[in-house]
């Protein structure tokens, strides 16, 4: 937009104040001639109005209210030529208009007033040029930095240059916020609670709020129908138009690198189910050709299987899961444990179970330094509910992979919400919680009788012999020990884990 000064400066004393002082820098939205007395109808505010007089005949209080008409539709300055019928400038009109805080001018009476209007307008069109250059490049810059392999951030970066401020991309799952420059890191706690509080998300618009005694405004990304993030730009200047269509090019391009990273993201998804199920079904070496695709390296030779069971696995992210698996361990295992999982890119679902293969590193095992897995995960259970269960293997060979898959699965789900089952065997871990029940009741040895029933493998009159008991009583404790356990202990599956406990903690007599 050409201001006053810009175009005084131009004519030279083609246009001037009458006592020779600059003027204001206010801006025009144009140059109007009429010879009206009431030309504002034609008129929108901010121009420059240029009459020789005609219109200021007559009474003074006539000359003051065609200036309060002026003034009250926004006409900024009033421009009087000289010499025809005008020689001199009216006191009541320079009254009038310091008194409106309309700018009075004077032009010769020697320049035409389509000389001024021209002069307005081409330094309207240079400036445009100029806009439409300097948007140009900034439009190629942005596209250019679409194109890299840090889009977001290119992108970013670009905005916030252009603008003189700063540009924040905050995206809608709650990572990271890309921003520029690096000391304006300060505003964002603030600009995570206006983000929240606007609800942009799933909505194609944009909202302005004061921020630090800044106008910010922000847009809503949206990608594949999806809220992607949001773009939050504070320029160091007032906003043009092109700064505007500037930012909408940024948003276009942010969805862009939304949408391509979301289409990457499953199509390496398809790579590490493909690769799992083919190591999970035994056909190892098609697996490592895949997952070289999919890493860009090796697959490791030495891996950990984790299975998780739990509604909707299927729309959590691996670092979702991470998360509440990692919760189920405390302290640096679940750490550990956490990092692994997010490090991993071989994931599969199958029969409601979702299988996770893990490298192994030369880290201590979770497994081993979490105490007692079940333990651990009932007492971390009670303060932060998981609602998923979960099974965690041992090192093994990756060749190994098919014939631990089977007992893996059973233990994910035999385990309960809450907690990761971990150890040699991955036993059942109720195993633990049914010696504590058989040990913990008073009234009758029921560690000895059931560990006797087991070992002799339910037969009656050998368990009875064993134990100097009748065989009725034997029934009788036995059945008392199925109801605190509320389990089959004919079941093999029970049997056997049992029994392993029971020789696990030295329960009962030694054998």
Known sequence: MISLTQLCEKLGNALRTVDGDPVARINLTGVHISELTDPTPYLEGGELLLTTGIPLAGEPDSLRDYVTRL????????????GAGTDDVPAQL???????????????????????????????????QADLAA??????SLTQAATRPEA???????????????????????????????????????????????????????????????????YSIIADRRTAGFLAVCAGRPLRKADRQLML??????????????????????????????AL?????????????????????????????????????????????????????????GDSIRRCRL??????????????????????????????AVSRRRAQPVPFAAALSRPMPLSQLPGSADD????????????????????????????????????????ATVKSYIRNQGQWEVAARELKLHRNSLRHRIGIAAKLLDADLDDPDVSANLWLELRRVGAGSAD
């Open 281 to 337: 079904n035994g056909f190892v070496d098609a697996a490592r050709l895949v997952a070289g695709d999919l890493i860009g390296s090796p697959l490791a030779e030495r891996v950990r299987l984790l299975a998780i069971r739990g509604d909707n696995l299927e729309a959590l992210t691996t670092s979702e899961l991470a998360d509440q698996v990692s919760a189920m361990l405390s302290g640096e295992p679940a750490m550990r444990l």
């Open 152 to 218: 977001v951030a290119a992108v970013v970066k670009v905005l916030s240059n252009a603008l003189g401020g700063w540009a924040v991309y905050l995206p809608a799952d709650g990572s990271a916020e890309t921003y520029w420059p690096p000391e304006e890191n300060r505003v964002l706690p603030q600009l995570r609670e206006e983000t929240a509080r606007l609800g942009l998300a799933g909505t194609h618009s944009a909202a302005t709020f004061p921020l630090d005694g800044m106008d910010v405004v922000e």
């Open 347 to 376: 994931r599969s679902m199958e029969d409601g179970v979702c299988y996770l293969i893990l490298e192994t590193r030369t880290d201590p095992d979770p497994a081993e330094e979490s105490g007692n897995p079940v333990e651990a």
């Open 94 to 128: 320079e009254s009038a208009c310091a008194g409106a805080g309309v700018t009075l001018l004077i032009v010769p009476a020697s320049i035409p007033f389509m000389h001024i209007s021209r002069t307005y307008w081409d330094l309207v069109g240079k400036t445009e």
């Open 249 to 278: 090019t940024g948003c276009m391009l942010l969805a862009v690198a939304a949408q391509r990273e979301w289409q990457l993201t499953r199509a390496n998804s398809v790579l590490g189910t493909t690769a799992t199920t083919l």
């Open 135 to 140: 948007s140009l490049t900034l439009q190629t």
């Open 71 to 82: 003034a009250s539709r926004g006409v900024l300055a009033l421009g009087l030529g000289l």
């Open 408 to 447: 893996l699965r059973r233990s994910c789900l035999l385990a309960r919400v809450g907690q990761i089952s971990t150890g040699p065997g991955l036993r059942d871990p109720r195993a633990v919680e049914w010696v504590a029940r058989l040990t913990a009741y008073s009234r009758a040895d029921l560690v």
